[in-house]
Structures are given as C-alpha cells and as structure tokens.
C-alpha cells in the first residue's frame, strides 16, 4: 500500500513538474522544474527496484546536465531567477500538501514497524546472485536495455529537444 502511494506521489510529482516547467517564462525556474521532475523520476525508479538507474538519473541529469543548462542560461543572460514563480498562496499549498503525505508515511513507516528483512540485506543478496550468474555489467545493462529501454529513449529525446531549445534561445536575430 505505501509502495503504490509512493510510486503515484513521484508520478503525479513528475507530471506536475512537467507541466510547470513548460509554463515557466524564465528559462531559469523551467529547469529548476526539470529538476524536479528527474528527482521524481528518480523515484520512480527506486520504487521498481532500479536503484543503479535511479542513481545515475539524479547523478547525471539532475546534477550535471542541468548545472550545464544553468551555466549556458546564466553566460547567455537569457533569464533572472524569478522567485515569484516558485511562491504564492498555491505554491504553499502544493509544497505543503506534499510535505505533510510524505511526513504521514514515514510516520507509519517507523511508528508501525516492519517484519520484513532489511532492504539492503534483500537487495545484496539478489545483487550477488545476479552478479554471479550474468556478471556485474550484465546486471547493469540487461534492464537498461530491456525493460527500460524507452525510458532510455525517452530521456535521450528530452535531452536532446532541451538542447535544440537552447540553441534556438541563444541565437540572436541579425538585423
């Protein structure tokens, strides 16, 4: 029950991300947006058990590439950060209704207890058997390249319409 909880509240996180950034008149605050929307995606992941996948999203899309759009925003002064894209009486609203879901299932979490097996003892032995069946890059990329091979698609075609929108951004009209 929580994990299906979990799994909708990082999916609406992301939807509503998306549609947010794509709002957003400053550049700056859309990726703010997109950066949320990769840690929601993040989560995502985790609950499937991706956790390698779910790492390397936050690592590499929401702290490099998005630094990287930053700085190309920030050189092209193409934008000010904003605040009053981020604030408001339903800004608070939102923010607060997710902080207090959030809140209400750890509490649950650690007030109810578990009976099951710790994660990381489930998780390392299912990791050392696949590791010794198919090896350590197998099990790294037979999901990337099989069950989550759109997802794979999907935010290389993100990634690469953010850059042609950067790009179309920065250039200046010759008059």
């Given at each position: 029950?929580?994990?299906d909880?979990?799994?909708q509240?990082?999916?609406?996180?992301a939807?509503?991300?998306?549609?947010?950034?794509?709002?957003?008149r400053?550049?700056v605050?859309?990726?703010?947006?997109?950066?949320g929307?990769?840690?929601?995606?993040s989560?995502m992941f985790l609950?499937?058990d991706a956790?390698?996948?779910a790492?390397?999203?936050?690592?590499?899309?929401?702290?490099?590439?998005m630094?990287?759009?930053?700085?190309?925003?920030m050189?092209?002064?193409?934008?000010?950060?904003?605040w009053?894209?981020?604030r408001?009486?339903v800004?608070?609203l939102?923010?607060?209704s997710?902080?207090i879901?959030?809140?209400g299932?750890?509490t649950?979490?650690?007030?109810g207890g578990?009976d099951?097996?710790p994660?990381?003892?489930i998780?390392?032995s299912?990791?050392r058997?696949a590791?010794?069946e198919?090896?350590?890059?197998?099990?790294v990329?037979?999901p990337?390249?099989?069950?989550?091979?759109?997802?794979l698609e999907v935010?290389?075609?993100?990634l690469?319409?953010s850059?042609?929108?950067?790009?179309?951004?920065?250039?200046?009209?010759?008059?």
């Open positions: 029950m929580i994990q909880f979990l799994f509240a990082f999916a609406a996180g939807i509503l991300g998306a549609v947010i950034m794509v709002t957003r400053n550049p605050s859309a990726v703010i947006f997109l950066v929307v990769f840690f929601a995606t989560g609950m499937l956790h390698y996948i790492a390397i999203n936050v690592i590499l899309y929401g702290g490099a590439i630094v990287l759009f930053l700085f190309v925003l050189l092209l002064n193409l934008g000010h950060a904003d009053r894209d981020l408001g009486p800004g608070g939102i923010g607060g997710i902080s879901a959030f809140l299932v750890l649950r979490l650690f007030v578990t099951a097996r994660v990381v003892e998780a390392g299912a990791l058997e590791a010794a198919q090896g350590v890059v197998g099990v990329a037979r990337l390249f099989t069950e989550y091979t759109i997802v935010t290389g075609v993100l690469l319409v850059i042609v929108g950067t790009i179309l951004l920065a250039r200046r009209e010759r008059t």
